[in-house]
């Protein structure tokens, strides 16, 4: 059973392992038990690994030593970082060979992995399996280093942190497998973080759709792995990478095996800032001339409410992360021609989030949510919805309360 | 001056730096600063970087952990050990970079670099220098990965350790360069290890048969890069990264400038062992059935001596490294066929040799050695000779004495 020809192939399982999943040897080795239990039920088995531990973190800190200040040059700085992929992805191969286990580990260019030329953000154009696939067929386990591909000048490119996960499910379309698992340090998705509420439940189950809107939740996934996952319809399974606890799969929606509840989990980012500019003389071109410059200086905008009041002007109020409201404000002030009366800048928010596709064609939710907050004094700030998302944005210290109060309301403890 | 065309191309000089000179950021800058005074002198600047410090043994060091005292993949171990250069390539061009400077790394496939697929130690087979005179063109310092090329499957593979100057002297010849040069933590070559006395010289220039006799000493340049400067005809400067203190020349021999000694240096090795097996039956045979089984277990034999008895036996000795001594004596008592009376293991020796082109046609060197060493109470232990070299094996705690009474005896402080 150790390898096979043409048709009769066996199924293809794609694995994935975080940093903190490969961080020293004997993780290394706790990887490598995993994956022989894996082949060892039959499928041939792809694992994407990441850079171990912090040593992303020390590369980018001998760029930032030899660039003295300067913006290190993308394209080296991607090949730099891909270096780290690479050690994790031979080390892995070493430590199945030293246990007589056939292994090879392959780089992003090796395992056929095509992207364009956008240097630090690259994105997947097209992959390659016959490499990979010959491996697979002589009885290896293939091992390939994640965040990396090549572009067409033959440079190495890198997808951005965070980015082995889509590597993970990009291969997993590619080689058209069972489904893809990500292991990493939490044992699945849950209803919300478990460090704001002990009543926090793991799902054995989450849409594509709501995992997209939970994307900043607990397991920290990377929101484009989720979207490829969604559009090539392929299984995500999150589970922890250091017990055989069950975790929860991400998949399309329809063949759904609990009953579902209107919504599934509560969503928190802590690090919210705000800038509202107020007595914006309300013409066409306001929302544009304030945001273009912003998007000019790299600062990303998140919520966006504008209320228009009966005297020609209007507050546009939007929230940014914590770390760039300071940046922002003076963006604003600088470089924007829109005429306004002042900005004031909010400091030290969160927001918190009910997520659920079935509130989809349900009424109610989002004033249950507002009176549950209300009922425990919790003020709300912005609200913003989407079809299958109530957002709120309150003040940072009242995040604790207003979850467990939103956790208890929508019944999340329990699986119906 | 930043690019040419065609038929008007700038000449190419190409520098290597070693792991010691580009250890940290302000290493690399000094580095940077080289190339760039280079550049301005109005020549295309190619430059072959080794890995950081001791960034090698670090990687060593994590693959001698996964694998638990097994011996690590070798193909596995390429890509990995091939890191440590792309990480200091990408960093040098990030400084040159930040500093205004045009400069692009290319690691060894990207530059062309075709090998055999011998991991760990294979030969280049061909350069394919396109892209490379290509962003020569563009007005480019072009920094390239040392010591690592890409078989014809794909595979990442290295040259051996030390081989950053074999890529360099390579890369000399495809790109038809002025000359190679090799920037290290010592000045040149010397006469003879300065550490022994303090009248050793340092060589304006030495020939590439000197050199490879040579080789062990001072600079500790790798053979194999000598040997492809010799075969090419390839100049070779040897001087310190960090002064601009005139080095040594390694050259061809036809244009001495200097008026030429006989002996031109003095090599030594502390590091020898011997092993003499005694009363070996003397029938044809006898020295591959003893060297043959040593060359299977992978122990290095040096100097071989065999000398003839009339009873029909015959003492046959060779010398080691110090640090096999122990395995080639055991290997030739259990795995060696052929019929002996006893063997005989001496530790603690070193290897002196005179070298020098001049003595090729001369008579008496070798005397004179032989009666230096005398008259200094330095007992000789073997002799072996080849046209320009003359080495005795000496016991270890002579070395420093043996090598003060012949570096007068010859002369070597003064240029003549």
New interface residues.
Partial sequence: MTSNTGTQRRPVVVQKYGGSSVA??DL??NVADRLIAKQDKGVDVVVVVSAMGDSTDE?HA??K????G?I??P???D??L??GE??T???????L??RGHDA??L?GP?AGIKTDAVHGSARIADINTD?LRKELDRGRIVIVAGFQGLADS??ITTLGRGASDTTAVALAVATEAERCEIYTDVEGIYTTDPRLTPKARKLAEISFQEMLEMAVLGAKMNPRSIELGAVYDMPIYVASSTSYEPGTLIHGGEHTMEVRKAVTGIAVDRNVGKITVRGVIDRPGVAAGLLQPLADAGVSVDVIVQNTSSDGTTDFTFTVAQASVTTAAQVIEKQSEVEYAEVVVGSDLAKVSIVGTGMENAPGYAARMFSTLSEVDVNIDMITTSEIRVTTIIERDQVQKAVQALHDAFELEKTE
Avoid: F, N, Y
């Avoid at 030593?65 to 003295?68: F, G, K, L, Y």
């Fill in positions: 020293d040897a290394i080795h590369l001998l760029s030593a030899v660039t003295r300067a290190p040059d394209r080296e700085m090949t730099l891909s270096t690479l050690v992805s031979t080390l892995m191969a070493m430590a060979k030293a090879v580990s780089s090796q490499r033959g440079d």
